[in-house]
């Protein structure tokens, strides 16, 4: 891993035991993270972008799910094979997690203030209670909730759900982590909050140098925060790409699809939005070969066998037969 | 909160109202009563007298007594007077204390239901103490250890705990415990000679008598709340905010702790006032097994004997500590949960 990345996801394979038998929910799944960057991982609910996150941390839920191969490096330190106790240092510390839904994501039962300092209480054992109700109070001023003090002694069911994400910001930065992991942040907000948070995140991690993994299914929020894109697509990767790169040129018929289904202001008013025709294959009856193929405008034959991984450019990958003597193998 | 809790106590009154006439006016219209008896007393005694004289000419078998003595029963029991009137006058002296005097062993009431008190309380309490400090435990271990062999043998005794009678229990406990091993006594609450025992050994006596007993009230109890427990503690650990705990780096243990157990107590908080009945418990069936005098004899015997100022006296004491008790279940879930707010 250079010196440039902090994160490295190589080969990662999670699966889940269902009734209908153990099957992947993601596959070989390999990216890099840059050292105070942010890269985006986009695709369709149930694609496996939150199950790469969750892995990430090793808090898929257990029996059920499992990590079945691959390398978390991070700074060249593997955490699938650390043990629980050091595992549990990094939660939070190291790599922080904000999440989907602000209004369950929080405990319900207590308050605020307590929340946020039980993350302190783990990491910054060393902190007077004093030191520690002061820094809560910093960091609901940093992400700019007004009337800190009085929040802290609040519920979170008495908070607006754009004040909850903040708070969830507030305590996933309260120990300066190097990674943040945040799982469609956005995606439960009203646009104008959406806004809001986004700018925030974007400052904070100026501030802190933060490198930032940031699920999203918005194309829209990927070109506003993220430097590289991850496209996934049932479980897999399809294409890896800097994100005006991805933007301007994509190379696999899904990323393609994904930015035609994107409204344009010079559309006619009242056509029809493109779609991509067809539903997400279910997990436990993917096709095989490309699991794109049953949906895909550009389907041959050969689509039967797993497409290779082509390098378009330099950091410019994709997995699809239609790149097959234009470019070289992985 | 508190003008909540006050109109919750200004609808005890309308509601105990309500069930004391409902009650009150069933015992008026449902046949048998003291006149009855009494009644039945008389024609006991004069066929014994008869049974010695053999060769008495036949008299009125049906009614031996005469109208102007059932009007004067009549008049002694109220019963001469409308039902909402002998209401009102029952309600009056209810209000003062007096709970009146059994029609059949002629006792006060209250002094009746006093003394059957101790036994109702020792049980209801130590069988609360027992239900809450096996199902909270037992429902956490089963949520963390869901579909082991823990959970699943567990779950199979709680069953069959939960399906068989408490008398039955009591009856094959006695058989076994008592007949054939005579490791503990037939029955009764206390030996022959507790008052020569010293204070030491008043407890072990009193403990000796009610293990078995003790038993068959619990064991089919444990089912509903473990469950209860067990469930909502694993909606809990598949919340988001335990989740979210996780991912702050607290171990599992903590998560479950700290986040996951407080939010699964609510639902349990619902029903705990309501214990606070333990004062009137006692399953008559049970109690008839054991040969132990308590509560739910005296309300048993109380109905099969029309023995009506018991029945209502019961009634007036068990409906007052439901309604209080349902009050106190709601100031203990707004004791769990910030986000119940009464208005």
Redesign the interface.
Known sequence: MGKDYILEIKGLVTSFNTESGRINAVEDITFKLKKGKSLGLVGESGCGKSVTALSI?R?I?KPAGNINSGEVLFKNNDLLKIN?DEM??????KI??I?Q?PM???????KIGKQIT??LD??KPEMTKNEKNKKALDLLNKVGIPDPERRLNE?P?QLSGGIRQRV?IA?ALSCDPEVLIADEPTTALDVTIQAQILDLIKVLQKENNMSIIFITHDLGVIAQMCEDVVVMYAGKIAEIAPVTELFKNPMHPYTKGLLESIPKLDNIPKTKLNTIKGVVPALNELPKGCRFQNRCPYVMDICKNDPPVFIVKNNHKASCFLLQGKFRNE | MQTYFIRRLLLIIPTFLGITLLVFTITRLVPGGPIERIIMQVQQMNAAERGSRINFTKTNQSQPLSDDQLNQLKKYYGFDKPIFVSYFIWLGKILTGDFGNSTRYYDPVLTMIVERMPISLYFGFFSLIIIYSICIPLGIIKAIKHKTIIDNSTSVIVFIGYAIPGWVIGILLLLLFAAKFEIFPLGGFTSDNFFDLNFFHKILDILWHTALPLFSYVFGSFAVLTFLMKNTLMDNL????V?????????FKSAIF??AL??SL?PIATGFGNNISIILTGSFLIETVFNINGMGLLGYESIVDRDYPVVMGILVISSLLFLTGNILSDICVAI????VQFK
Do not use: C, Q, W
């Open positions: 941390l808090l839920p629980p549990h240092k990094i939660r939070g510390s922080a997690m999440f839904e369950t994501a929080l405990n319900p039962v207590h039980e993350m783990l990491h519920y069911h969830m305590m | 598949a919340s988001d905010f989740r979210t705990a996780m991912s702050k780096g607290l171990t700290k986040h407080r939010n609510i769990v949960d910030p986000r």
